[in-house]
């Protein structure tokens, strides 16, 4: 069955800290992965990532997919307060899966 | 705000009723993706319409269905309500490179 599995599932860190999320899945007919950000209601998009090894860079932000060990990562460097948010990943397959989520705190 | 508007905003209903959760997509997006979101579930994906036809189903229950119109709003109706329906629902549009969520509509069943 296809999965995807996020960690760690919570995270503390402090302003300045930089922090990397993981994603891992098992799919077939794997089509793209993208990264969410949700705060208080509605997920944010962060990226679309469908080819292996090409970053995807926004500000602070960075992501990579490795479609050959089934795994992405998100970046987030000199975070701050307004960074705390839970990290989404999901794929695209046949349909689409999210993952549980990370939980990023960052203190000042 | 997403361009991504949803009605209502909150919705209390009772277990057996039916309502229907309205989501107008960004102008020019011709995608609408459905959301659900409990506490207990997180984010599942319900259903994908692109252009009047549905393109992809992810866990929708036989109990709930979908369409988009020619004005390429979306309709999710949900029927036979339970209370474990209760939940948020987001619908989303693309414009093939970002994907944006309206503010979500609030279900309670009582």
């Known amino acids: 069955e296809d999965k995807v599995v996020q960690s760690p599932l919570s995270l503390v860190v402090h302003e300045g800290d930089t922090v990397t999320l993981n994603c891992s899945y098992e799919v077939t007919n794997f089509r793209s992965l993208l990264w969410y950000k949700q705060e208080k209601k509605a997920p944010t998009f962060l990226f679309m990532l469908t080819s292996s090894g090409i970053e995807k860079k926004s500000g602070r932000l960075s992501s990579i997919l490795d479609k050959k060990e089934l795994f992405s990562i998100l970046n987030i460097t000199a975070t701050q307060t307004g960074d705390s948010a839970i990290y989404l990943c999901a794929f695209i397959s046949n349909d689409m899966r999210f993952g549980a989520g990370t939980r990023l705190t960052v203190k000042p | 705000d997403s361009g991504v508007t949803q009605t209502p905003k909150h919705l209390i209903t009772a277990t057996g009723q039916r309502v229907t959760l309205r989501c107008s997509p960004r102008s020019g997006d011709l995608s609408v993706y459905w959301y659900q979101q409990s506490l207990d579930q997180g984010l599942q994906f319900l259903i994908q319409?692109?252009?009047?036809?549905?393109?992809a189903k992810g866990n929708i229950l036989e109990r709930f269905s979908a369409q988009q119109f020619p004005d390429l709003h979306s309709e999710l109706n949900l029927s036979s309500l339970e209370l474990g329906d209760s939940a948020l629902y987001f619908c989303?549009?693309?414009?093939?490179?970002?994907?944006?969520f309206g503010p979500g509509t609030r279900l309670t069943v009582l």
């Open positions: 319409y692109y252009n009047g036809e549905e393109r």
């Open positions: 989303a549009s693309t414009d093939g490179y970002e994907q944006f």
